[in-house]
């Protein structure tokens, strides 16, 4: 009896990492993309440039960097996105790790739109970096591919999933 609980338990702790966050849940994201007027104005940034609308926020608002798109990883190969905004005179740059107030996590048909509280202190390492480094000759080298792994530095271990080649910051630290 005792081993089936265990094994019940460890199976939900191990699907419980790759699911989407939900709504009141707080999480790590990268920012992705610090949205400019032009680059809002682009259609296939409509859903944005709507939630931006519908909250009010002005090209001003925009062009001080206030409107967002973020990700986090969930697990290999699974990421999670969200379109999210800044508090006014809050600045924050591209590749940088921030805290998402989940109140819309979106669906499979739209990305969400969450506020952001703030950076994350004491953690001053991008949220995305490449996972692997290229190697040309690897042939030449008798390598078995050309692919090398690229190490994370101390104070980045497991704050990390391998996405699509890049290291990209866990949602839920």
């Not at 859903?47 to 609308?53: S, W």
Request: hydrophobic share 40%; glycine share 10%.
């Amino acid at each position: 009896m005792i081993p089936r609980l265990l094994t019940g338990l460890l199976l939900a702790a191990l699907t419980a990492c790759g699911t989407p966050p939900r709504a009141s849940e707080t999480v790590w994201v990268t920012v992705s993309e610090v949205f400019t007027p032009q680059t809002l104005a682009q259609d296939w940034n409509r859903q944005a440039r709507d939630y931006a609308g519908a909250a009010g926020l002005s090209d001003a608002d925009v062009a001080a960097g206030r409107v967002l798109k973020l990700a986090c990883g969930l697990g290999a190969d699974h990421a999670w996105a969200s379109y999210g905004h800044v508090p006014p005179g809050m600045q924050v740059a591209r590749n940088q790790v921030v805290i998402l107030k989940v109140d819309d996590p979106g669906n499979d048909d739209r990305m969400g739109w969450n506020p952001v509280l703030g950076r994350v202190q004491g953690f001053n390492h991008p949220g995305s970096l490449a996972a692997y480094n290229f190697i040309a000759d690897w042939r030449e080298r008798g390598l078995r591919s050309n692919l090398e792994p690229v190490p994370l530095q101390t104070g980045q271990h497991g704050r990390y999933v391998i996405s699509h080649s890049n290291y990209l910051i866990k949602c839920r630290q």
